[in-house]
């Protein structure tokens, strides 16, 4: 295992990912050169696959960074399938109570803390190596996520973030705002309540708490930071891409406008 991100958060130490949201190992790995302390492999909002899903965990893992996964369910099997193939955490979507929490870090471990079913994969070495991942299982275990991305799951934060075995929970901003009937428009008072409910338990709560700073800004990563945010996800690697893509086109047409 690479150096535990888990312990990390436990230690109040910040940490920042990014999202992979491309099926594409190359891409993936360009990601890993970036100096995140995690790459979460986004397979709720995208048209990642298991099996791409395993091999970009590899690329990820090679590369002495903490593999995460952001499964599409808070869904048993999906999240055995992301731990069997290696990955070291699992951020569990649309965790809207204690109850759901509860799943999520049931589903994480073997019994008798949870019910994950017991298999061999990557992660238990194709079969070789079950001892030393019954170990890290028994010592730490994987990293578990709750994303609060509904008005629900706001007005039971304190519940969810109490739930024994729970790491850390991150803040989905566009969903949450949609469950307040305005997609993607953070200004209404309702939205802003909650914003503040949260960011009072990112402050004072026991777990570590974080959101995405979707757009690439240092004064918003520093601010999130400052706030005490543990778990940031910065940018995305289309985000990356694309503005890279959009700073060459400016270049190129202001270099043919200076010419012509």
Known sequence: MTASLKRNLANRIPTVGS?????????????TRAGFDWLGIDMEHTAIGVGE??????VIDLAGIAPVVRVGANDP????????AGAQGIIAPMVNSAADA???VSAAHYPPKGTRGVG???AQ????????????MDDEGPLVVAQIEHKDGVENLDAIIAVPGLDAFFIGPYDLSASYGTPGDFSSVEVRAA???????????PI?????VVEPDAVALAARMKAGHRFIAYGVDMIFLSGAIDAARTVINDIKADSS
Do not use: P, Q
């Open 102 to 104: 509860e799943a999520a």
């Open 77 to 84: 099997l999906l999240i055995k399938r992301a731990l069997d």
């Open 195 to 205: 914003m503040a409910k949260v960011d009072a338990a990112v402050a004072d709560g």
């Open 125 to 136: 070495g194709y079969g070789a190596d079950f001892a030393s991942y019954k170990k890290w």
């Open 19 to 31: 999202w992979i949201s491309l099926a594409s190992e190359e891409t993936c790995e360009i990601m």
């Open 208 to 212: 570590a708490g974080g959101i995405h």
């Open 53 to 58: 899903m395993a091999r970009l965990i590899r």
């Open 120 to 122: 061999l994969h990557r």
